[in-house]
């Protein structure tokens, strides 16, 4: 029972991980059809805000973690501004690999400017205690995980429904120019996009610091790779999809860990990645995906 | 049989690539230094995975991502065909299968390697060629991780990260022009060829082109399969020189590298192929010289570790931008010779 119970646990908190990150892409490929994969660098950002912290000797956690996400969510903006304006009107795969290109140029910069090797940063280890609950040990970290992810998935379906940006938002992935015309301004839909995406991955990233104690300029391509796939499972652009996504790839991983035997440990990937393609050729469109017959107005 | 007019002009495209080829080959073969002769060979290598890479992304226009694993399949199996029993009892004392109990000559192993290859391409392409899109992009991904775990854990038979060595060299440069101008007449022939324009028209418009009759997954998966069986040509070529493999070269790094050469050509067309391949073969060597922290002219420049990527993204990143067709666009190099 403890062991389902531990097991639960964990397939939560690792699906919330891939599902803030998930959010953080389909709500930019909603409404440009870009898939992101420099989202990834915005994490390891984060992660170096965190070093320049502790570097300055500001150590309040609270200062630490909100300079993280504030200085992610800038680089998210920023990005789009200098990298991605040029190709948003541009066909997928286009956008695809000028986002590999800025991925590339980001990790080579940070190896370059600050470090190829990692570098620690202990101010958010106080995250992390173990708590006894009725009978049932878990970690703090994971149980902050997953009721942030909650909260935020509340937060941002609030703001997509309540708001008339969030509206606008929502129009904007269904016909992008029809909310042109009635005189909302596209850059702001742009920014306000890029602006939650680097949002989410901020506090992603606070949680991935928080778990692994060091930042190289790797961190963030593993994570998003995961993402990634937790967003065509889900569906590319679906938001719900890319939640359920998520949700549903860190259970496939878990049960993976758990099931497969100790000999075969180092496949993990191999069997999480086989049965996500399996899923893809079951559903080629993903599970949430939006109905739509070829040659509909994308 | 003959030829219409869009495959006359390519096959004296076809030509004059080979010849640039042979001349870039040839001046190597006489003039270069050991070191240099590696790098040539190198960027050989590299073009064959480019027009590999170009048969199915240039016709099918879908990205892959997954061209590197079939590199690497074809190295592997060519290797552990090829290496002598004596090496093998060192370097795979507890292969399965008898694996370390027979070696055959190159001809046979490379024969071998490439019918895996092709057998391994079928069987994923079945899958890839029903999505399109992002989703055929993104199994073409979890086809490169499979494949690359599956490197790293089976260390009894791939080494994994550690050498896997004592294989052969039996190949030289010249072997690999022979091969590379080869490539180019088949990579060109396709492009030519009905089903190549039927795949290039079911690209632009899937659906008046299966209307007209094309039946559009059999093509692409004809061109999988065809891309697949170069990559592992181009993986043995990579392992019959080195003598050495090991499963990294054969990951993301490697996918990306490629990836940009064949995007800044142009990957529409054969000689975007050839020109962004010895682009970025040949720039990157000459940054990779500036990252060392040279002196020049007196002047004693700084290390900089990392700039080959940084100017490798931005090749990228610029190019999309400004150019998203490519250096060549549509054009093929006879364009510049002959009448419209």
């Known amino acids: 029972m403890e062991f389902v119970a531990q097991q639960t646990m964990n397939a939560l908190s690792f699906g919330a991980e891939y599902a803030l990150l998930a959010l953080g892409l389909a709500i930019v490929f909603s409404i440009m059809g870009l898939v992101n994969f420099a989202h990834g660098e915005i994490i390891a950002v984060g992660g170096y805000t965190m ?7 500001l150590n309040n956690p609270f200062i630490v973690i909100g300079a993280a996400i504030l200085v992610a969510s800038i680089g998210s903006v920023a990005l789009e501004r200098v990298a991605f304006r040029p190709v948003r009107y541009a066909d997928p795969t286009t956008g695809l690999l000028t986002a590999f290109g800025v991925s590339i140029v980001l990790q080579n910069l940070f190896l370059l400017l600050v470090s190829p090797r990692p570098i620690a940063v202990t101010s958010l280890y106080f995250l992390e205690w173990p708590i006894s609950f009725a009978g049932l040990r878990i970690s703090s970290l994971q149980l902050f995980e997953t009721l942030t992810t909650i909260i935020v998935i509340v937060v941002m379906m609030l703001f997509l429904k309540k708001t008339v940006l969030g509206l606008a938002m929502r129009a904007a992935a269904m016909d992008f120019e029809m909310v042109r015309l009635t005189g909302i301004r596209a850059n702001r839909v742009f920014a306000a996009a890029f602006l939650i995406s680097g949002l989410l991955a901020g506090i992603a990233c606070v949680f991935i610091m928080a778990r692994r104690g060091s930042v190289d300029p790797h961190l963030g391509f593993d994570p998003v790779l ?36 100790q000999s075969l440990g180092g496949m993990t990937d191999a069997f999480v990645f086989g049965s996500i393609a399996l899923l893809l050729i079951w559903r080629p469109d993903g599970i949430l995906t939006p109905p739509r017959e070829k040659g509909d107005k994308q | 049989m003959s030829l219409s007019r869009s495959q006359k002009r390519g096959l004296v495209g076809a030509s004059l690539l080979a010849f640039v080829l042979i001349m870039v080959g040839t001046i190597a073969t006489y003039f270069g230094s050991k070191y240099q002769l590696r790098i040539v060979y190198g960027s050989y290598v590299s073009l064959m995975v480019v027009l590999a890479l170009q048969v199915f992304m240039g016709n099918a226009r879908i990205t892959n991502l997954s061209h590197s694993a079939f590199m690497g399949i074809g190295a592997y199996a060519a290797a552990i065909c090829v290496t002598p ?25 490379g024969i071998i390697a490439i019918v895996i290859t092709a057998v391994i391409a079928l069987l994923v392409g079945l899958f890839i060629v029903r999505l399109s899109g992002i989703g055929a992009t993104i199994v073409s991904l979890a086809v490169l991780v499979i494949v690359h775990s599956l490197f790293l854990y089976r260390t009894d038979i791939f080494k994994g990260n550690q050498a896997f060595f004592g294989i052969p060299q039996v190949f030289t440069l010249t072997s690999a022009i022979i091969i590379a101008v080869i490539m180019v007449y088949i990579v060109r022939g396709f492009k030519e060829s009905r089903w190549g324009i039927a795949l290039r028209a079911s690209a632009d418009d899937e659906i008046s082109a299966a209307a007209m009759g094309v039946n559009v997954h059999r093509l692409r998966l004809l061109a999988w399969v065809l891309s697949g069986v170069l990559l592992g040509v181009a993986g043995i070529a990579y392992s019959y020189y080195l003598g050495t493999i090991s499963a990294r070269p054969f990951y993301f790094n490697h996918v990306f590298l490629t990836l940009a050469m064949l995007i800044l050509g142009g990957m529409r067309t054969v000689t975007g192929a050839v020109l962004g391949t010895f682009l970025i073969s040949f720039g990157l060597e000459w940054v990779r010289w500036l990252e060392t922290g040279p002196t020049v002219l007196g002047l004693k420049f700084p290390e900089v570790l990392g700039l080959s990527g940084v100017v490798l993204g931005s090749v990228i990143v610029l190019i999309m931008a400004l150019r998203p067709g490519g250096i060549m666009g549509d054009r093929e190099i006879e364009d510049f010779i002959l009448k419209k």
């Open chain 1, 51 to 57: 070093v320049a912290m502790a570097a300055l000797s």
């Open chain 2, 85 to 109: 029993i004596a090496m093998k009892k060192i370097s795979l004392p507890n292969a399965p299968w008898g694996l370390n109990a027979f070696a055959l000559d190159p001809v046979t192993s």
């Open chain 1, 226 to 261: 995961m993402a990634f796939v937790a967003c065509v499972v889900g569906g590319f652009g679906s938001l719900p999809g890319a939640v359920i996504g998520g949700f549903l790839l860190g259970a496939i991983e878990v049960t993976m860990l758990v099931l497969l035997p």
